[in-house]
């Protein structure tokens, strides 16, 4: 009698926490598995709920389910525009996969924007340097370093100087999907031909473009979602984002129209670059 009771209680929301409670106060052999199989139906209307249904699986040591209704909670939240949240809850549930996925939707959006307004707590989180989930941070790190440059325009062209070592770090990570590259080198073009380069900086430009190049050769879907990424960031022209128009590729009157036309582009501005430092580091003018 008391088990239907129970199982009674289970079927509305209002009375599932007592019927939880009666579970673990019954102790069954079978209680445990009850409550993990329940559990994550539980719906979580408020950080009150998640962390009740998270205290539960702490209590009997119901790891799996804990990772269940992190995954489930990061899912909701996703689809109700609560991104940070979202990427905290993937990143408890140790769901890789869903956590790199949805934060590389965010790089390419910020990447192709050169802003990040959909989600004001991440960016708050990240300017604050509050994130603390191991997983989270280490995920969001491609994101952050694209913040960081994008952001430094306006205090680096008071000083005449920017600091290209953040995009040259992406630009050489490793799991950085390969199409994003034609992007990151297209920030750079407003930079040529303005001193900002040293030799340096112009020969990790030449490897980086090397690497890609060589990468969209050898990968037709590299090379194809290049040439799309590329045209979706050409119709961005005249629709400046970024603090500095000097500095904003969006404020070009022309870019190249094709991925292999631009990548010939800048080898030129590179070409040009080089021999005008080579020339100026030589005391030859």
């Not at 549930?93 to 959909?118: I, M, P, Q, S």
């Not at 590259?181 to 090397?210: C, H, Q, R, W």
């Amino acid at each position: 009698m008391l088990d239907d009771l129970i199982l009674s209680y289970l079927s509305h929301q209002e009375l599932f926490s007592l019927a939880i409670g009666l579970l673990i106060t019954l102790d069954k052999p079978n209680s445990r598995e009850i409550i993990a199989e329940v559990l994550p139906r539980y719906e979580t209307k408020s950080n009150d709920d998640l962390e009740w249904a998270l205290s539960i699986c702490a209590k009997l040591r119901l790891h799996q389910t804990a990772e269940k209704i992190y995954k489930l909670q990061g899912d909701s939240l996703q689809s109700n525009g609560f991104l940070y949240e979202s990427l905290y809850c993937f990143a408890q549930a140790g769901d890789n996969v869903r956590l790199v996925d949805a934060v590389w939707k965010l790089f390419e959006t910020l990447l192709v924007e050169g802003e990040y307004k959909h989600d004001p707590l991440l960016i708050s989180k990240i300017e604050n340097n509050e994130i603390d989930q191991p997983m989270l941070r280490q995920a969001l790190a491609p994101f952050v370093l694209l913040y960081q440059f994008l952001n430094q325009d306006q205090a680096a062209s008071a000083a005449g100087k920017h600091d290209f070592r953040k995009l040259f770090k992406l630009l050489g990570f490793t799991y950085i999907p390969p199409h994003y590259k034609i992007v990151l080198l297209l920030i750079l073009t407003p930079y040529f031909n303005k001193g900002e380069f040293t030799l340096a900086d112009l020969m990790m430009i030449i490897k980086s473009l090397n690497v890609y190049e060589k990468q969209i050769k050898e990968s037709e879907e590299s090379f194809r979602l290049s040439e799309e990424l590329y045209q979706l960031a050409l119709s961005k022209l005249a629709h400046k984002q970024c603090s500095d128009a000097s500095f904003d590729w969006r404020e070009e009157s022309e870019l190249p129209g094709d991925v292999s036309s631009f990548i010939l582009k800048t080898r030129k501005d590179i070409g040009y670059n080089v021999s005008f430092k080579f020339i100026e580091e030589t005391d030859l003018i």
